[in-house]
């Protein structure tokens, strides 16, 4: 999970009163873009020009909402593969320059921003769509994104990476329609919604009484009796995560994420309108959504019958790995492997991002059929 308040302290959005340890300030806007020039430049270093290529966004309409869509591979032969983005609301769009070119080059890869999310935010009136922020919703809606992008692109199957909140909608995609993939990757995978704040509310307390830090364990013990009971809301699991961050739960050996979620200012992909759609749209997506996912868990899926990869970070108690890693003992697939990253928390794609490349094209890029390395079959 991503969590708002750091999202818009970090974009320079902070509403009145929200503060986060750790992230740098808020500063009043310039008049003019600071950023639009280096923009520019990285706008030509990303440039997909292989005569084979794609490079391009649509609007799609799923579950009746407008969602945006970016689409970007070297060669439209190679097989898809859809980035669910965590938060919720924690679009991934703006950041995927800072990582993905060389992804580009094996596969077709689509970033989606999810409805009340990023650029998707400003497409659809946010009091229309709250009631329909339901996990079941999202799952949904990325079904219907899978079958849209199989049309379009003349595949028979994708891959889907689901990161953070992300993957409880991908590894709900791979459950209830295996036969759309080629294989499932989670990636700082949600598993189970109060375990998850078990485990982390204990590291951070046990982390913040080794380090002598009062306020923080004060803090963290008025949380309860959240998970187990009470009200299930942002502002509880924020409560302990601000901490859990200071202590590397969210990016490895360091005290926050700022250089992830300054990403954005640089994006060629995302305009500074754009990037308070994103604050805003975090913000309405986790307040929104959180509360419904108390009892979200997928501790009892003990089947699967597309292949299961799980990208972990060794030091993720954002969404503790140990509690994926013990799901994936038990787990029985056509194909099922753990690759942890052992100087990850939360984040491996930027943490360590030639390691989750080199993970992608040892374990993930084999599974694609055929048929999908080089365009449809009339069998599909």
């Not at 990285?42 to 391009?56: A, H």
């Not at 970007?72 to 320059?97: C, K, Q, S, T, Y």
């Not at 060389?102 to 946010?126: C, H, I």
Request: with cysteine; hydrophobic share 40%; net charge negative.
């Amino acid at each position: 999970m991503q969590f708002f308040r750091i999202v818009l302290m970090t974009l320079g959005l902070a509403a009145p009163g929200i503060a986060a340890p750790g992230v740098v300030a808020a500063e009043t806007p310039p008049e003019t873009d600071p950023y639009a020039p280096g923009r520019e430049i990285i706008r030509d270093l990303t440039q997909i020009v292989t005569p084979n290529g794609i490079q391009e966004e649509f609007v799609a309409t799923l579950g009746g909402a407008r969602q945006a869509v970016s689409v970007r591979g070297a060669d439209r032969n190679n097989p898809i593969l859809l980035f669910i983005h965590g938060g919720p609301g924690a679009v991934e769009m703006p950041i995927a320059w800072s990582f993905q070119r060389p992804w580009e080059d094996y596969f077709t890869v689509v970033q989606w921003d999810q409805r009340g999310a990023g650029k998707s935010y400003a497409l659809n009136d946010p009091k229309e769509i709250a009631p329909t922020l339901t996990p079941e919703r999202y799952r949904d809606d990325a079904i219907e994104l899978i079958e849209l992008l199989r049309k379009r692109y003349g595949k028979c199957k994708v891959f889907v990476l689901g990161h953070s909140w992300g993957s409880a909608v991908g590894l709900s995609v791979a459950a209830s329609r295996p036969d759309l993939l080629h294989a499932y990757v989670g990636m700082g995978q949600f598993m189970d919604v109060r375990e998850n704040e078990r485990v982390g509310m204990a590291w951070a307390l046990e982390r913040a009484r080794a380090a002598g830090n009062t306020e923080a364990v004060r803090e963290i013990e008025a949380l309860r009796p959240y998970p187990d009971s009470g009200p299930f809301t942002i502002d509880h699991a924020d409560g302990w995560r601000k901490w859990a961050i200071q202590y590397g739960s969210l990016a490895a050996y360091r005290a926050n994420a700022n250089f992830y979620l300054r990403a954005p200012r640089l994006s060629p992909e995302y305009t500074p309108a754009d990037r308070k759609a994103w604050a805003d749209g975090s913000a309405f997506s986790v307040v929104t959504l959180w509360p419904r996912l108390a009892d979200m868990s997928f501790r009892t899926l003990h089947k699967m019958e597309v292949p299961v990869i799980m990208f972990l970070g060794r030091h993720d108690y954002t969404t503790p790995s140990s509690i994926t890693a013990q799901w994936m003992e038990q787990l029985d697939a056509p194909k099922k492997q753990t690759v942890w990253f052992e100087h990850s928390a939360h984040l491996p794609m930027v943490e360590e991002p030639g390691r989750v490349f080199a993970a992608l094209l040892q374990h993930v890029l084999p599974l694609a059929t055929p048929q999908d390395q080089g365009g449809r079959e009339p069998s599909c």
